[in-house]
């Protein structure tokens, strides 16, 4: 596709169940990311992706939350035992390798409510 | 500690009026400073970045290294300026974006 895309757009969980948000990054992006934005906050960053590694996790708020990324494209991001503080739009973004001055391309959010 | 500040959550002006959007950041280092938009219903998106020099739809935005800051600006706000506003830097050599906790821009007729 031409952009970022999130699936599902939106999610609606009863607390402890486990969910998994997805995101197909543009082809060719090896840099991909994970933020996470809570109602009137602002980005909180959670992981990052280089081709398949993740040498950045320190955003992952507890070990409820996990990442992976295969074939160097689609990466789910999986939260076990959700939690009413989990609710949020999680957001995806790609970007070229080697470009830290580069532009992050965003998808549309995953917005996830657990009740 | 790596942080950047959006001192205000909303600012309001008239069409026509100038608009300053500050932004204040703390990082030990030469960091890369961002302008993220965010217009309704759409997904966020790149405006500028300093390291370009550039101009876009008006807006401006100069590095203050003494003071840390990089406040945008532009002389004419126009109403479809109205949108969510966050600066990002990111550490040079490093790919882990920060973000402020953005700003909501008004643009009043």
């Known amino acids: 596709g031409a952009g970022v895309s999130q699936s599902p757009s939106n999610k609606v969980t009863e607390k402890g169940k486990d969910v998994e948000l997805r995101c197909d990054p543009i082809?060719?992006?090896?840099?991909l990311y994970w933020y996470r934005q809570r109602l009137g906050q602002g980005l909180e960053f959670l992981i990052y992706f280089q081709g398949n590694s993740a040498p950045d996790k320190s955003g992952l708020p507890s070990d409820r939350f996990s990442a992976e990324r295969t074939g160097e494209s689609v990466s789910t991001l999986t939260i076990q035992r959700t939690q009413q503080e989990d609710s949020a739009v999680y957001l995806c973004a790609s970007s070229l390798a080697g470009m830290n001055t580069g532009e992050l391309f965003f998808g549309e959010g995953s917005r996830l409510t657990v009740l | 500690a790596q942080r950047v500040t959006q001192p205000e959550k909303l600012l309001s002006v008239f069409k026509g009026a100038p608009v300053e959007l500050k932004c204040n950041y703390s990082?030990?280092?030469?960091?890369?400073l961002f302008w993220y938009v965010q217009y309704s219903r759409q997904r966020l998106q790149l405006l500028l970045r300093h390291i370009s020099r550039e101009s876009i739809k008006g807006f401006t935005a100069d590095l203050n290294k003494g003071e840390t800051s990089f406040h945008l600006k532009k002389p004419f706000a126009q109403e479809e300026d109205s949108a969510m506003y966050y600066c990002?830097?990111?550490?040079?050599?490093?790919?882990?974006?920060?973000f402020g906790t953005g700003t909501r821009l008004k643009v009043l007729a």
């Open positions: 990002a830097l990111v550490g040079s050599g490093t790919y882990k974006y920060i």
């Open positions: 990082y030990s280092g030469s960091p890369e």
């Open positions: 082809s060719g992006h090896t840099a």
